[in-house]
Each structure stands twice: as C-alpha cells, then as structure tokens.
C-alpha cells in the first residue's frame, strides 16, 4: 500500500472528523470557501476525498455528499480576477462541483473596521449568498492554527477582552474551520504532496529589509501581517516553538468561558429592554444595567453596540467604556458616538442607541434656462 504524505493524512483527517460530525446526508452539498492560497487549496483537495466516504468504519460503509467550491474576488489588488479564476480551475480540476466564482465590492466607509474589516465583510456576504443559492449545508473555511495564533496576539493588542483572545470558533452556524489544528507549514506540504501550486496573497509577506514597513506598495502592511511576519517569529525565538500551538491552547479555553458569558449577558439585554419608539433603534433600562456585574453589563452593551450596526472590528473598549459610563457614571453627559456613525444617550432612566440616520435623498435642482444665442 503507497504511503499518504503525513500532512496530507493529517489534512484528511481533520477534515473526516469535521464532516462526521456534521448532520449530514447522502448527497448534501458542503462548500470549500477557496482563494487559491495554500490553506484553502489543501483543505479543498482533503475535501474531495473525504466526501466520499462520510462516516465510514468498519461497522459502516459510509456515505457520499457532494463538495463544491466559492471563491470570493475582492477586487483589491490588480490582477485579482485572474487569481479566482485560476483557484477556481484548481477546484474544477480536484473534482469540486459546482465552482462558483463571485465578485464583490468592498465598501471601505468609516466605522468598517478597516480595510480587512470590509472584505471580511463582503466575503462572508458573499460565502452565504452562495451557501444559499446552491443549498450547502456547510461551507469549510481554511484558517490554520497559525492563524488563530495571530487573531489571539491582535485582540490582546487592540485590549478588546476575552471574547477576542477566544479567536476565531471551530464551528458557528454554517461555517466550519477543519484545520484550526494544522499549521501553516502543514497546508504548503499538503499542496506539494498534491502537486497543487498555491497563490501567496502580496499583502500577507511582509516587506524585505531595506523597504518602508508602513509604506510598501499598494499601501499600509496589514496588522495580521506584522504580526505573522515579525511578532510571530520573534516570540518563538525567545520562548521557543511552541508558541503557537500554546496561544491556540489558551484560545480554546477562553472561548468556553466567553461563551458562558455571553449567554448570561444576552439574558441581561432581553431582561433590560424597554419598549422604543424606533423600531431600529434598542432602549434599555440604565438600573437593570447598573445592577448586573460588570463583566456581563459591558458584554451587554456592545452586543446593544453591535444590534444598530456597529462593526465588530471596529467596536473597542474605548468605545464600551463610554457607554459603561452612561450607565454607572452617569453626570449628564451628551450623546457618544459609535462606529458606524451611531449614536448613544441617556435620558430618563433610559440608555437609548441609534444607528446611522439614512443620508439625506438630495432633489436635483432643474436646470437654469439657457439663453439662445439671439438673446
């Protein structure tokens, strides 16, 4: 029997134990979000094997279900139409069907949470469009333990509490990330054991010696990538190799506790409710929120943040604390403002948010009348 590259085999598996778990069926459609990198190019290739044979043993045969693929086209970088449809003919050529292509329009408007913030965004819009369209039950997102790594070192950056330092969930909804136990360095082996040739994104490597590190071309290098590029490496040359997978621990573990959390602090807000007047909007009573400890209290009032269209990435403690202030500090102060151009205020015992009033619709004015050359 030919031997299975250990990455490979180790890809597999991740990706075998996911889809047994999930309720499917004989010929239910999964879907592999892919953008041609060398994550989503492995776990697309695992995919096409593994949906074979779901839930086989030597008890059960196990049955099919069909894999396809989305790839989603920012539209960012020059070129990039022709790397989807490249990643798309690398999913057509492993046996993915359908293969669906789609372009989106990345709205980079204030209160987004950035750049990466709006594709995140349009991307996710995008994937359940397309979720939607074709039926899938899943779609299997390619995002490593690396890259959960990363996301714990930017929320204790940004200092945006537990809920950030729990990373990103092996499972929410529809969505499901098979390879948060895999490296990096083992989704490049699966595409060379494979013979698949993966797209490396520009804006993911940092810029060598000698180049501006806040300038490259083409703008500003992405947060992740400083600290893929440059914090990464230097904390595993001074606390050694295990860093990675030790963040990843410490994420797994915050998370359970997290999700307590914000199962108590959504009971808070339905509790502290009050009637409003703008269906949109949310009112709360600012006691019942004064009463609740503040751990659940302040969860309470960014999912409240969060309800009129605030950005999650855009949403930071700064902008928690204000409105804690209301609620605990409250000295007449005005009106605070929120990402997104919401709005909160007190008044009356009530703390009152509102998302962005809708921009103005300007009549065109008729055009002056022109004068004939006679006159």
């Not at 989704?187 to 993966?198: D, M, P, S």
């Not at 806040?214 to 400083?226: C, L, S």
């Amino acid at each position: 029997m030919a031997r299975v590259d250990p990455a490979l085999a180790a890809a597999r598996a991740a990706v075998r134990a996911e889809l047994s778990d999930l309720a499917l069926g004989a010929g239910d459609l999964v879907l592999v979000a892919c953008s041609g990198g060398a994550d989503s190019l492995a776990l697309a290739a695992a995919t096409v094997v593994e949906a074979r044979r779901v839930g086989r043993s030597v008890r059960a045969p196990g049955f099919v279900v069909r894999a396809g693929a989305v790839v989603v086209d920012h539209g960012m970088q020059a070129g990039s139409d022709v790397v989807a449809a490249t990643a798309a003919a690398r999913c057509r050529e492993l046996g993915l069907d359908p293969v669906l292509v789609r372009r989106v329009r990345v709205d980079d408007a204030p209160g987004s949470g950035g750049p990466e913030g709006a594709a995140r965004a349009a991307r996710f819009a995008a994937l359940d469009a397309a979720a939607d369209e074709t039926g899938a039950a899943a779609v299997l997102l390619g995002h490593t333990q690396d890259d959960q790594a990363e996301s714990v070192l930017l929320g204790l950056a940004r200092g945006s509490g537990a809920r950030s330092l729990a990373g990103m969930p092996r499972r929410r909804g529809r969505y499901v990330r098979p390879f948060l136990g895999l490296r990096r360095a083992q989704t490049e082996a699966v595409c060379a054991a494979a013979g698949l040739a993966f797209w490396t994104d520009p804006t993911n490597v940092l810029p060598g010696a000698g180049e501006p590190v806040d300038a490259p071309a083409g703008g500003a290098v992405p947060a992740r990538t400083r600290v893929r590029g440059a914090v990464v490496p230097a904390l595993e040359d001074a606390l050694g190799p295990g860093v990675v997978p030790a963040l990843a621990r410490t994420a797994d573990q915050l998370r359970d506790d997290a999700d307590a959390l914000d199962a108590l602090a959504a009971d808070l807000l339905a509790t502290a409710a009050v009637p409003d007047d703008r269906p949109a909007g949310v009112a709360l009573d600012a006691d019942a929120l004064a009463a609740a400890p503040a751990a659940l209290r302040r969860r309470a009032l960014r999912s409240a943040a969060l309800a009129v269209g605030c950005a999650p990435g855009a949403t930071t403690a700064r902008h928690v604390d204000a409105l804690d202030a209301l609620v605990v500090s409250w000295r007449g102060q005005g009106a605070v403002h929120l990402p997104g151009d919401a709005r909160a205020l007190r008044a009356c015992g009530r703390l009152y948010l509102r998302p962005a009033e809708p921009s103005p619709v300007r009549t065109a004015r008729p055009p002056a009348p022109t004068r004939s050359l006679e006159e």
